[in-house]
Nanobody, 117 residues
Framework: QVQLVESGGGLVQAGGSLRLSCAAS????????MGWFRQAPGKDREFVAR????????SYADSVKGRFTISRDNAKNTVYLQMNSLKPEDTAVYYC??????????WGQGTQVTVSS
């Protein structure tokens, strides 16, 4: 079983940067595609970024392309989200998730990111 724990959230001014980490327990982490999602108050959870199990393929929501970078280190069982040029509209709870066999079946508890203007 894979369990996920996010960290790295916080308060940052617009234009600043944060790096989120998601540490996974379990020996099957490297089999999972991993992703980041976010949920702002009063809004549905939305996709942010995805990385394949090998790290060879990534995809991003249009709203974060060119500003966010997803990466992973399978030796450390960790996936990262580097967030640059942050905007107030990036304020949300950020969740990491694991996808095995076309299902986002594993979720972390979330970490709050707040961007002040």
């Amino acid at each position: 079983q894979v369990q996920l724990v996010e960290s790295g959230g916080g308060l940052v001014q617009a234009g600043g940067s944060l790096r989120l980490s998601c540490a996974a327990s379990g020996r099957t982490f490297s089999r999972y595609d991993m992703g980041w999602f976010r949920q702002a108050p009063g809004k549905d959870r939305e996709f942010v970024a995805r990385i394949s199990w090998s790290g060879g393929s990534t995809s991003y929501a249009d709203s974060v392309k060119g500003r966010f970078t997803i990466s992973r280190d399978n030796a450390k069982n960790t996936v990262y989200l580097q967030m640059n040029s942050l905007k107030p509209e990036d304020t949300a709870v950020y969740y990491c998730a694991g996808n095995l066999v076309s299902s986002w079946s594993k979720w972390g508890q979330g970490t709050q990111v707040t961007v002040s203007s």
